[in-house]
T-cell receptor, first 114, second 112 residues
Framework: GQQVMQIPQYQHVQEGEDFTTYCNSS?????IQWYKQRPGGHPVFLIQ?????EVKKQKRLTFQFGEAKKNSSLHITATQTTDVGTYFC??????????????FGQGTTLQVKP | NAGVTQTPKFQVLKTGQSMTLQCAQD?????MSWYRQDPGMGLRLIHY???????DQGEVPNGYNVSRSTTEDFPLRLLSAAPSQTSVYFC???????????FGSGTRLTVV
C-alpha cells in the first residue's frame, strides 16, 4: 500500500504563531487519522476524518480532509508550549474502512519557542 | 482499566539472543498491532492481528514472529536479535469500527 507523505518533517515556531502540517496520498483514502506523540511518550489518537471536505475542530486544532480525499491537514492556532511533539497522520490499508492495518506517515515534529 | 500494558520497558540484548516483548490489553479490543519507531522513520508496522488466531505481516516483519492465542495478549518474539532491531517498540489495540489505536507506553530495546 502507498504510504502517506507528511510535510514538513520539522517545524519551529514562536509561541503564539500558527502551525500547519500536511498529509498527502497519491491514492484516494477511505479515512485519515491523526495522532500526537509528546517527547518520550507514546502516540495518542486525536481524531478520524471520513467524509470528503470534512472539517473538525478540537479547541485550537482544526483538521481537514480534502475534497478528493487524497490529502489532509492539521492546523494549530496560536501555538503553546504544550503543543510540542510529533504529529502523525495515518490511514487504514487494504480496505474501505477499519481493516486493522494502520499505516503511519513519517510525522511532523513541532518545536515551540516560548 | 490498565489499557495496553507492555513489558519490559527497557531491555538490552546481545546479538543473537532471543526474547519476547509482552503486550496485553484489557479493553476487549479485536485488533492489535506492533510498531517500531526509529528516528526520522516514523512508526512502521511490524505485524498485526484482527482477532485471536489471526495474524498478518506489516511493513517490516522480517526477524519478528507473533501469535495471538487470546484476545488480550499479543507477544512479539525476536528470534535472533540484531543491532538493526535496536528501536522503540509500541503495541497498540483498537476495536472494530470508528476510532483509533490505543498505544502502550513502549519498550526501548537496545541490541549490542
Amino acid at each position: 500500500g502507498q504510504q502517506v507523505m507528511q510535510i514538513p518533517q520539522y517545524q519551529h515556531v514562536q509561541e503564539g504563531e500558527d502551525f500547519t502540517t500536511y498529509c498527502n496520498s497519491s491514492t484516494t483514502l477511505s479515512n485519515i487519522q491523526w495522532y500526537k506523540q509528546r517527547p518520550g511518550g507514546h502516540p495518542v489518537f486525536l481524531i478520524q476524518l471520513v467524509k470528503s471536505g470534512e472539517v473538525k475542530k478540537q479547541k485550537r486544532l482544526t483538521f481537514q480532509f480534502g475534497e478528493a480525499k487524497k490529502n489532509s491537514s492539521l492546523h494549530i492556532t496560536a501555538t503553546q508550549t504544550t503543543d510540542v511533539g510529533t504529529y502523525f497522520c495515518a490511514r487504514w490499508d487494504g480496505g474501505s474502512s477499519n481493516t486493522g492495518k494502520l499505516i503511519f506517515g513519517q510525522g511532523t515534529t513541532l518545536q515551540v519557542k516560548p | 482499566n490498565a489499557g495496553v500494558t507492555q513489558t519490559p520497558k527497557f531491555q538490552v540484548l546481545k546479538t543473537g539472543q532471543s526474547m519476547t516483548l509482552q503486550c496485553a490489553q484489557d479493553m476487549n479490543h479485536e485488533y492489535m498491532s506492533w510498531y517500531r519507531q526509529d528516528p526520522g522513520m516514523g512508526l512502521r508496522l511490524i505485524h498485526y492481528s484482527v482477532g485471536a488466531g489471526i495474524t498478518d505481516q506489516g511493513e517490516v516483519p522480517n526477524g519478528y514472529n507473533v501469535s495471538r492465542s487470546t484476545t488480550e495478549d499479543f507477544p512479539l518474539r525476536l528470534l535472533s536479535a540484531a543491532p538493526s532491531q535496536t528501536s522503540v517498540y509500541f503495541c497498540a489495540s483498537t476495536r472494530v469500527g470508528p476510532g483509533g489505536y490505543t498505544f502502550g507506553s513502549g519498550t526501548r530495546l537496545t541490541v549490542v
